[in-house]
Nanobody, 128 residues
Framework: QVQLVESGGGLVQAGGSLRLSCAAS????????MGWFRQAPGKEREFVAA????????YYADSVKGRFTISRDNAKNRVYLQMNSLKPDDTAVYYC?????????????????????WGQGTQVTVSS
């Protein structure tokens, strides 16, 4: 079992920045991929960014490329999402997720159904 706790959400004006953090505890010795997903009111949960266990491979949704950066510190069991140039469309609850994927590559790492563990979510609100 792995427990995930997100922090760092809040209210920010358009163009501003936030840094989300996700702390993992429990059986973190396994080689989990770590991802961030988000869900806006009335919309389905969508992929935002993910990093493989080695961090050599990172993946981003087209809507956040060039603005968001995912990073992880395996020694501290943490993953971060640096969000710059925020837009009102980025407003959502952001979830941290962890999973042991069947294979490497973008197909699996970008899909929420392959992640077994989820945090409780943190609200990000971007005002115009």
């Amino acid at each position: 079992q792995v427990q995930l706790v997100e922090s760092g959400g809040g209210l920010v004006q358009a163009g501003g920045s936030l840094r989300l953090s996700c702390a993992a505890s429990g059986r973190t010795e396994s080689m989990y991929a770590m991802g961030w997903f988000r869900q806006a009111p009335g919309k389905e949960r969508e992929f935002v960014a993910a990093a493989s266990w080695s961090t050599s491979n990172t993946y981003y949704a087209d809507s956040v490329k060039g603005r968001f950066t995912i990073s992880r510190d395996n020694a501290k069991n943490r993953v971060y999402l640096q969000m710059n140039s925020l837009k009102p469309d980025d407003t959502a609850v952001y979830y941290c997720a962890a999973g042991v994927l069947p294979r490497s590559g973008p197909y699996y790492i970008t899909r929420s159904n392959y992640y077994a563990y989820w945090g409780q979510g943190t609200q990000v609100t971007v005002s115009s």
